[in-house]
């Protein structure tokens, strides 16, 4: 083996330092500079790491200009009319929507009679009831967004489109448990007659 010149040497010596200076530098994710949630900071003026919300923000998708759609109020009154066409297809979701998060307690009908009752749970009232029945669309969307005495509230849980097609479908089960036999086609009748109703 030939020995080293005073330049390889010099060459191999800076080569040792550079790799040892770059192996001691491990910024990897583990000791990233970050505060925890709520821990206190010298950089703010506050001493908060938190920062407030900017004023007049709104998140992604959070923007909810209209408050017929939104509210179920109109002018600050309950609204007396849908914020869009109610379809077939609304009134097939509403359903789907309403036996699985309204059925429970009011029972498949509308009556106040779901298996909740059952388990100990104080009935409510029934979509049927006259006072009921008479409330404007937009108030069913205000208790199903808002809850009421022991209604827990939906607003999370429902996207206001559903609540929407919810409130159509219990509009169609009012209707339907109150026809006045007279109005009905004769198709209707037959229709009825065959599945002995």
Known sequence: MMPLTVRQALALIGLII?????????LDMREQPRYDPLEPSAFFADGASA???????????????????????????????????????TLARGRERY???CGPCHGLAGNGDGVM??????????????????????YYFAIISNGTR??????????????????AYIRALQLSQHVDVSQLSSEDLAALEETGN
Do not use: K
């Open 99 to 101: 036996d699985i998060f």
């Open 150 to 167: 022991i209604m827990p509230d939906y607003a999370a849980r429902i996207s206001p489109e559903d609540r929407w097609a919810i409130v």
């Open 51 to 89: 920062r407030p919300r900017v004023a007049d923000t709104v998140a992604r998708g959070q923007l909810r200009l209209d408050d017929h759609l939104y509210t179920g109020r109109i002018d600050n009154r309950f609204a007396q009319t849908f914020p869009f066409t109610v379809t077939l297809q």
């Open 117 to 138: 009752i059952d388990y100990g749970m104080r009935a409510p009232n029934s979509f049927h009831d006259p006072d009921v029945a008479a409330q404007p669309p937009g």
């Open 18 to 26: 550079c790799v040892s200076v770059l192996a001691a530098c491990t």
